[in-house]
């Protein structure tokens, strides 16, 4: 017996816009689907959460593009239709296991959803329902104040991609519209808007219903910073426009103490992701602070590296004021990074809540590009004595090579400690054959990418820098011919 697909409605972005059924159907679900671009960020399965429940499997139909150019020899509409093969056969294997299959959707499922590509796939092989939800249309009409269309009124709905000329006939001869998917074509809509005549009587609506809404007169919006997720409405004609106000939250705001990944947005946690985009505030090193992609409605706390304490009580006063606070750090922020000073300044600021959300480590990263060196038991040590002394890392050192620990090691340079690396070495050497795999892994992930593998014997000092990570090898790690390092799972 085959399961059964349920394409649901998840409304506009208030999760107590989706509807009782729908809550229903995701909390008994035995497989939830989500669509996500590249970045990996899932609005629907944020808006869904609530209504999940522990133990289900998570199916992420992550987009292989979206605007951009592709070598698929079936170009841009060739890519998708083999993107949405692949996440068709996928859902198909758990129904055929008889699961029970819900595939979000923003909105409604078939007004502009991803779910219908899912549908006209798999709705003729297995039972399926579709479940409709509130649309942004709908929505943007309630935060608006007005009413889309009255008596014999045309209410006509348009895609923003559509060529400008087209836009415009369509705007002259209609009573009221929605124009959707804005963000990178909102100019060409708001010209479309003038062209017609009915700039000045058309508004522009972002996020209807979400945390951060916005409306205003189209005419009044700044290109700069549109999002995806915001469209022009020219509603019924009527005499009177409200804009309900929304009730301040009162109380504190968070701290969410987030981990950048060791590089760009492929990098990035789904969870990481939306806590950035949740946040009001940004606060963190200045580099790492740059590497969130810029947001109009978002303040930049940028700092130096060297005020870890005074960063984390200003992130914690900020949240006090009401502020949603996201901390940056690289890689993971429990590991060397600002989980620690966060957690530790906020037991001055006991009403503020914190959280820390994970993030994937440097050692990590350089370990997959060659293979599985940390397979084993390993020992993570930063060479840095600006809040330790060496003899502690010393110690620490001899400790681990006499363990027989595979060590990855943070911090092993900079311009102003340029001994502690070949100390470290030798201190190694005392207990290690000189023939020990070591890989040294820099910038890994950014554009300056590169790995290394030697032997402790030769590794040079005067080749690794700040932006290097190490990993040197136990006694069972292995290079294979081809380059590969792995530690067996098995200890002798």
Not at 170 to 190: D, I, M, Y
Not at 244 to 259: K, L, M, N, Q, T
Not at 277 to 282: Q, R, S, V
Not at 453 to 473: A, K, N, Q, S, Y
Request: charged share 25%; net charge negative.
């Amino acid at each position: 017996m085959t399961g059964r697909l349920y394409g649901v409605g998840l409304g506009p972005g208030d999760p107590e816009l989706v509807t009782v059924k729908t809550a229903r159907l995701i909390g008994a679900a035995d497989v939830i689907a989500y669509h996500a671009a590249r970045h990996g960020r899932s609005i629907a399965r944020s808006i869904a959460l609530p209504y999940m429940r522990e133990g289900q499997v998570e199916e992420l139909l992550l987009y292989p593009l979206t605007t951009e150019t592709t070598d698929h020899p079936g170009g841009y509409q060739g890519a998708l239709d083999d993107f949405y093969a692949d996440c068709a056969e996928r859902l198909a294997a758990h129904l055929d296991a008889g699961r029970t299959v819900v595939v979000l959707s923003e909105g409604d499922p078939l007004f502009y959803g991803s779910y219908m590509h899912m549908h006209k796939r798999l709705a003729h092989r297995y039972p399926t329902e579709v479940v409709p939800g509130v649309t942004s249309v709908s929505a943007a009409s309630a935060v608006l104040g007005r009413p889309l269309v009255e008596r014999d009124e045309i209410l006509t709905v348009l895609p923003g991609t559509l060529p400008g000329e087209v836009l415009t006939e369509h705007l002259r001869g209609t009573g009221s519209a929605a124009v959707l998917k804005l963000g990178r074509t909102f100019e060409k809509v708001r010209d479309a808007f003038a062209d017609a005549g009915r700039l000045d009587d058309a508004w522009y609506v972002e996020r209807a219903t979400m945390g951060a809404e916005r409306v205003a007169p189209l005419k009044d919006v700044d290109p700069d910073g549109v999002p995806y997720f915001s469209l022009a409405l020219l509603a019924s004609p009527a005499e009177r426009t409200f804009v309900p106000e929304r009730e301040p939250s009162g109380g504190p705001g968070e701290v969410v103490v987030v981990g950048l990944g060791p590089a760009g947005r492929p990098w990035l946690t789904p969870e990481a992701q939306d806590a950035l985009a949740a946040a009001t505030d940004l606060v963190g090193y200045g580099p790492y602070v740059d590497r969130v992609a810029p947001n109009p409605r978002q303040r930049r706390h940028r700092t130096d590296n060297r005020v870890e304490a005074e960063r984390a009580r200003h992130a914690l006063e900020l949240a006090g004021q009401g502020a949603r606070v996201a901390v940056v750090s690289s890689g993971d922020p429990g590991v060397f990074a600002m989980a620690s000073a966060v957690l530790e300044a906020a037991a001055g600021f006991p009403d503020v809540p914190v959280r820390v959300v994970p993030g994937l480590t440097a050692a990590q990263a350089v370990a997959s590009r060659v293979g599985a060196p940390l397979g084993h038991d390993y020992c993570v040590l930063s060479l840095s004595d600006l809040l330790k002394p060496w003899e502690v890392v010393a110690e620490r050192l001899t400790a681990a090579a006499r363990a027989d620990l595979v060590l990855a090691l943070y911090n092993p340079a900079s311009r102003s400690r340029t001994w502690q690396l070949a100390a470290a070495r030798d201190l190694l050497l005392e207990h290690r054959d000189p023939a020990t795999p070591v890989v040294v892994g820099r910038d890994v992930g950014g554009p300056g990418e590169s790995v290394t593998v030697t032997t402790l014997g030769e590794l040079d000092p005067e080749r690794v820098d700040m932006r290097c990570l190490l990993i040197v090898g136990s006694s069972t790690t292995r290079v294979t011919e081809s380059g590969t390092v792995y530690t067996p799972r098995r200890y002798p």
